[in-house]
């Protein structure tokens, strides 16, 4: 085990206590101390060797002796920022750069990660630094790119973007940063070309198809954009901008579906609906509407009388996208009348539900 431990200090008001036990984020208080020792313990310990917390007025003092062969701690605070613990990471680099001003890995990765956090003066300094240290990277160039751009100086992060490309012609993440800043200027044919880039040398990010399918929708290509949000949700159907890029398919769907008013084949599977509903227990109800949902997560196509899917609670047939929405908003209705479907079939399933009544009382 190596016999110098690395030690930094950070104020305690620069710690993101949103790290720490709700009940424990009160400097002062013995949880406040024991919750922030065992947080780095946790982090720093993991590399291998011993930490210790002290605090002392307003100040942490954090000792790291790492174990023999344990990732130096440039290379472990590059993890910590891979796994977003920005808390851990960035009062090592900081304590790096005050050992070593010019460390050009440093700088770049604490400008990425002050950019992140929203201290854009702080992450332009260092990356403009980081980008004057010896040969130029197309990655500082990135990051300068974004930060300017979240800095509200979109023509300094154009042109650090593009000499990024210059420097390096296979950098996704530089087309896809530029091609969001033409986007944004109205240049939409020159945002489509670059984040087609984009998606071609970053195919499974989601950030880079999801750019390019709301270029295709602000430049009104519906049957483009569709395929495109249906691509770019596939990447990654569970996270946030997945939900955005629902809505967005829902509400392009919603507008070729409403162009000539009410439509009688949706009143036509919400009749159906009602009538098959009608017939099941609850819980039967929920399975099918449920699975309905599940399989939107991907997208229905409404448009496309012709495209067949199949559900598990009712092997043995076929149904089109319509149909499976119309069956979902009914049972969504029975189960819950405050549920949104996501795809409005109001008018709809009032006219089934009137037809439906008549022909109880008949």
Known sequence: MSTRPFTFTLGIADFDRSQLPEGAREPGSEQFEVAVARYFEDRLAANGGRVTVAIEDDTLTVSWLPA???ASPLD??????????????MPILEELLR??????????????????????????????????????????????????FRGDRPAEAAKAL?????????????YRNLAAIEGNNGNLAEAERLFRKAVELLPRDQQA?????????????????????????????????????????????????????????????????????????????????????????????????????????IPNKTFSGLQ???MMYVGLKRIDPKLDAGFDLSAEYAAALSLRRGSDRS
């Open 162 to 174: 593009r000499y990024a490309i210059e420097l390096d012609a296979t950098d996704g993440y530089a």
């Open 68 to 70: 023999e062969g344990a």
């Open 209 to 313: 198809a999801a750019g390019l399918a709301r270029t295709l929708l602000a430049a009104d290509r519906v049957e483009d954009a569709d395929a495109a949000l249906g691509t770019a949700i596939g990447l990654a159907p569970d996270t946030p901008l997945a939900e955005i890029l629902r809505a967005d398919r829902s509400a392009l769907a919603q507008k070729g579906f409403r162009a000539s008013g009410p439509r009688p084949d949706a009143m036509a599977y919400c009749l159906s609906a009602l009538e098959l509903f009608d017939e099941l227990p609850l819980r039967e109800t929920k399975e099918i509407t449920f699975e309905i949902a599940m399989l939107g997560r991907s997208g229905l196509d409404v448009g496309d009388p012709e495209r067949k899917y199949t559900l598990k609670a």
């Open 324 to 326: 499976l929405v119309s």
């Open 99 to 148: 050992i070593d001003p010019e460390d050009p890995r440093a700088l770049f990765n604490l400008g990425m990660a002050c950019s992140d956090t929203g201290r854009i003066e702080r992450a332009t300094g260092l990356l403009e630094k980081a980008s004057r240290l010896g040969p130029p990277r197309a990655s500082v160039y990135v990051a300068l790119g974004v930060a300017y």
């Open 76 to 89: 472990y605070s590059v993890e910590l920022l891979q796994r977003g613990d920005y808390a851990a990471a």
